[in-house]
């Protein structure tokens, strides 16, 4: 049973900082597209951050600078440094593995919610 699970989630204050993790449970999404999706309360799921098997990135615009996603392959783990957090990044976070191919087809933009194959269960940022 394949699964991913978030960690790192919190409260924190505006202009904080957090980083969340995602430990994958195999091997097999060491050739994914991995990505970040959130989802504000009452709001559609959005496209955070993704990075490809060779570690290129895509970030939505409102955390360009902000967030940084990486992975390391040999721990099957994601990782999200979210910096100067504001409280409009206040959601949920999800973990999200899609096919290989997917973060070139969306580049310059992150996944998209529609086309993620597995879901992590979500951790929340509360940022005041």
């Known amino acids: 049973h394949v699964q991913l699970v978030e960690s790192g989630g919190g409260s924190v204050q505006a202009g904080g900082s957090l980083r969340l993790s995602c430990a994958a449970s195999?091997?097999?999404?060491?050739?994914?597209?991995m990505g970040w999706i959130r989802q504000v309360s009452g709001k559609e799921r959005e496209g955070v951050a993704s990075i490809d098997s060779d570690g290129e990135t895509t970030y939505a615009d409102p955390v360009k600078g902000r967030f940084t996603i990486s992975r390391d392959n040999a721990k099957n783990t994601l990782y999200l440094q979210i910096n100067s957090l504001k409280p409009e990044d206040t959601a949920m976070y999800y973990c999200a593995a899609a096919a290989a191919h997917l973060c070139l087809w969306y580049a310059p933009a992150p996944l998209v919610p529609s086309v993620v194959g597995y879901w992590g269960q979500g951790t929340q940022v509360t940022v005041s």
């Open positions: 195999t091997g097999t999404f060491r050739s994914a597209c």
